[in-house]
Structures are given as C-alpha cells and as structure tokens.
C-alpha cells in the first residue's frame, strides 16, 4: 500500500512538471535521445517552430538547422559538445515548419542517469531572439552607414576626442583640410592643430574644459596643417557623456572658413571704400558749392575794391588799407582754390608731362623750403614716361606732400622722392581704371600715423598740427586733384616708422593734346559796347555792373535766365552777353544757348566760380573764371570781340 501511494506521488509529480513545461510559451522545450532523435514537445517549441508534437517525434533535430550549418556538421558538434563539456550554448539561425529562418538563442544540457552514468539523451531549450537579432542588425547598419557617411564628408574635419584629448578616429575631411592621414593622427593630441601662441596660451585645454562644463564650445581662430600652413578654422566641440552622465570623450568638428573669412574681409573692404568715397563726394560737393558762394562775396569784394581805388582821394593812409583789404581778399582767394581742387573743381590745364625734370625744375625751392635739417633725395626709374597732369597744380600738389613729411620730422630726417610705372589692372584694392600709371611717391621718416588719423587725412580742414600752422586743406587738394586727373592718391603710414604718399597719375598717350599756346590779349574795342550781365547774386551783378561801365561801356542787367532773353527781346542791338554759369531754373549755358538760337553771332561770356563740366557747344565759348578783376574783364571782353 504504502508503495503504490510512493508511485502515484512520483507520477503525479512527473505529470505536474510537465504541465508547467508545456505551459511556457516563449521557450522551445524539448528532449532528444543520445543520437538527437526528438522524444518530446513543449507548447513554446510548437509556436516558433510551426511543428505540432505528432509531426516532430521522432526526427531528428538537425531538421531545425539550415543546409550550410547541417552540411557543416553543426548539429553533431553541438551535442559533443554538450556530452563533453556538459553543457552546449550558441546562436544561429534556425529553420521553421514555413521554411522561414529565425535567430535563437539554444543551450543543450546532457541527461545522464544518476546511478549508472549512461547518456539517457539531452535535454533543449531554445530562444527565438530575432527581434533583438534584427534590432542589432538595423543598429549595425546604422552604424555603419553613420561611419560611411562621416568618413564620405569632405569639407568638415570630423574626428573623436578621447576625454583627454587624443584622437581616436579621423575621416577624410580632417585629411584633406589638416593635411594628416589616419596613422598619423590618431592617438596624437588635438592641440597639435593649434598654433605656438595658442598652445602657451593653454588654447586647447581651455576649448575642453569649457566643452566639458557647458556642453558645447564654438569659435574661430586660426588653425595649423601639416605643411605649417595657417588656416582659418571654425571650431565645434561637443562633449560624449554617458547614461550615467559620465564623459566618454568630445566630438570635434572643424570647418575651413579661409576663403569665407578672405571674401569678407574684401566684402568690408570694398564696403569701406565706398563709404569713404561716398563721404569724399558728400563732403566735395559740400566744399565746392561753399567755394562758389566764397567765390561770388570775392568777386563782389575784390571788384569793389578796385571801384574804390579807383575814385578815392591820393591818401597813403586809405591806399594802405585797400592794400590789406585786397591781400586778404586773394587770400581767400587761394583758398577757395584749395576746396576747389578737393572737390574736383578746379580748372585743370593738362599736357604730357616730364615727372623727372619738373621735380629737378622745383628741386631748389623745395630744399629751400624744407631747411638745412631736411635730406631730399630723388630715385626715378628710367625711360620714365610722361603723365598727363596740369603743371601748376602739380608742382603744388609735390610741394604740399612734402610739406606735410617736413612737419612730420621735426627733428631733421630725410625725404624720398621716387617714382616708377605701374600697370593696373583694376584691382579692388586700389580702384583704378586699366591702363598705365606713373607712381609719384614720397616718404619720410617722421612719426606716422595710426589708422584713425590714416582714415580721416584726406578729409578737408582735418589737420593733426597745431592752431594756425596748417589749413588741413593741402591732402585734399592733392587728393582732389588726383581724382581730377583720373588717378588717385594713396596713402601708407605706421605709427613711429613714416608715412608714404602715394600720387598715382595716368601716363599721357600720344593723342594728348598739347597745351594751346597762350595769346595776347587783343586790345579793348575803342567802341562803346552794350553788355547785357546775367547773374542771380545781386551783389555780383552790381559789382561786375560798376566794373563794366567804369570801362566806358552801357551795362543791362537781369538776375535771371528768363529775364535776360526778355530784355534781348526789347534790345536786340547787344553786342555781348556775360552770363553766370550756375543759376538756378536755367542756367548759363541754357541760356546761351537760346540766345544763339535768336542771333548765331551773338558773343557770350561764361562766368564761372568752379570748372563745371560743359558739354556741346558751350564747350566752346569764352570762360571767366570767378572770383574776376577789372583787368580779367578787360582781357576776356576784348578776346571775345576781337
């Protein structure tokens, strides 16, 4: 009795373990005997295998295998395996009932009896781990395609950092731009890329630390190749933590900005450059239309006072005061001559000249102008070309630079002036037409100056010398009168070394013209002449009235282009016409046009306080220049009626 209740316990004990085999869905449980042969079939075995337990006892569990593993021997080795070292364990791809392939996890353990030791079979269990099979595959692929792609990009440098800062990888980009391969990178510290100066500046390790702290660290500096080359780089570091938070290292990427940076820099160059021509223009336009006005007040004064002289008592007194009354009118005179020639309205003679032979013909007057303490020497290229310059303005123009060197070496120095031919090809940076140039340089010695001063030294009345040693008008006429000429004057300074003013001017072809000779004034027709005055200053109209008619002629006078061809209308026997040039609603040459219309032969004076630029017939009618005196009036009254 007590026997057959040990059996039934031992029975229901065997039933209820493999009741809770059979339950376990997610496992292919299952047993084989010595020779592989399958003798039992779980639940899970049947759900990913696809086989039911009437179809699977008794095969073999090679089955399960694929052709290349079962042609390999796989099954066999895998139950030696587990009979000798008690216990098989693996992965691989398996075969389901459908034909389709899955990836397990399989451990087979050997079933030997307790008392005799025999191999009763082996025992099975197998784990479909596909999903995290294909997760690892897609993670793979992805890694793989990440590495293809980093080492594919060519304009970045891409490469890892350990947290120490030696590289760990490196791709092509880092080749090309670094000038390093792989082997010759990796494993070397990043600062090697820095410059000297940053490395003592300790540069590299500040970038990781900031990359370590913040997260991330930006910012652009030059870089070192390979060859010693510089670079402009831009930088990007971003730190590699872990879960945990724990830092695995930075990742650098570095993007080569030269050109980018270079194109900029001329981008603000060319932006500066146009914001000084811009101011150059405003202010020229400015200072020529106040030189006009000065101009007309001058006209009026200087022809009063010849009125004056003219009609007052014989006193010395009264004739010593008109004296200083008129040396300071031309005074202002001269003057308004400089902002003139700033503003590029200056009237220019220019003729083919001799650059060698004017500076040896004013050689003596600038020596005696700069004093003992000053050296000049000369160094002139040969078989120099001549330029195409007005004679006069240039010798002051040469005598102003100079000037300017002597102030700059109070102490005594020396004074270089050379020049050579230059050929332009319409480079950004000096902004000149094509073609032949004649560099007229002068250099001294003197204090130079910073880029504030440099910026502002062309700009009118700008002067850095004391009150009342200097107009800080002379770099303006001479900058005016190389723009004039169609040339340009640059200037070049450091601070405590000396200063360089550079007068470019066009070389003369040809076809210039050469100077007209001068004539002589034809003498004053003995006639009385009937002069109609046009000008919209009354002051100028009065004065160059009372002028006129103290020259024994009748005089008729309108403030206005629309007045002057009403009193033609009413007085058609006029014998000439002097006429402002810049009259608001119609100007001069309108007007001299209109009466051209009426009477083909009518003589018409243009008068003028700046040299506009005419064109078509006015062009070719008499001009006087303002401020005039009487004996100018008598000159271009009697060229015109000859």
Known sequence: MLENNQKTARINEEQRFRLLIDAVVDYAIYMTDPTGIITSWNSGARRFKGYEESEILGQHFSRFYTEQDRAAGLPQRALDTALREGRFEGEGWRVRKDGTLFWSHVVI?????????????????????????MAEETLKQSE????????SVTDYAIYMLDPDGQVTNWNQGAQRIKGYLPAEAIG????????????????????????ASAGRFEKKGWRMRKDGTRFMAHVVIDAIRSDTGTLLGFAKITRDITDATQAQLALEQTREALFQSQKLQAIGQLTGGIAHDFNNLLTVILGNLEIVRKRMPSDPKLGQLLDNATQGALRGVS??????????????TSESVELAALVQGISGLLQSSMGPSIHIQTRFADALSPVLADVNQLELAILNLATNARD????????????????????????????????????????????????????????????????????????????????????????????????????????????????????????????LVVDDDSLVLTSTRLLIEDLGHRVLCAPSGAQ????????????????DMAMPQMDGAQLAKLLRDRQPALPVILATGYAE????????????????KQIDLVQAIGQTMK
């Open 188 to 211: 070397q510290h990043f600062s090697m890329f820095y410059t000297p100066e940053d490395r003592e500046n300790g540069e590299p390790q500040r970038a990781l630390s900031i990359a």
């Open 109 to 133: 353990d050997p079933i030997i009896d307790s008392q005799s030791g025999a191999l009763l079979g082996f025992a099975k269990i197998t784990r479909d781990l596909t999903d995290r099979k």
């Open 335 to 348: 003057l308004t001559q400089r902002m003139l020639a700033f503003a590029r309205r200056q009237k220019l």
């Open 408 to 531: 700059a070496m109070p102490h005594g120095g020396r004074i270089l002036i050379a020049a050579n031919e230059r050929r332009e090809t319409g480079a950004p940076e000096l902004p000149l037409k094509p073609g032949r140039y004649v560099c007229l340089s002068i250099t001294d010695e003197g204090e130079g100056m910073d880029d504030a001063t440099l910026a502002s030294a062309v700009d009118p009345f700008f002067t850095t010398k004391g009150v009342g040693k200097g107009t800080g008008l002379g770099l303006s006429m001479v900058h005016g009168l190389a723009e004039q000429l169609g040339g340009r004057l640059i200037l070049k300074s450091q601070k405590g070394v000396g200063t360089t003013a550079e007068l470019w001017l066009p070389v003369a072809d040809h076809s210039a013209s050469e100077t007209p000779p001068v004539q002589a004034s034809a003498p004053l027709s003995p006639q009385e002449l009937l002069v």
């Open 564 to 579: 002057a061809l009403e009193l033609y209308e009413r007085n058609p026997d006029i014998d000439l016409v002097i006429t």
């Open 613 to 628: 630029r005419l064109e078509g017939f006015a062009t070719q009618l008499p001009r006087l220049t303002k401020p005039f």
């Open 144 to 151: 793989q395609q990440f590495r293809l792609l980093v080492q």
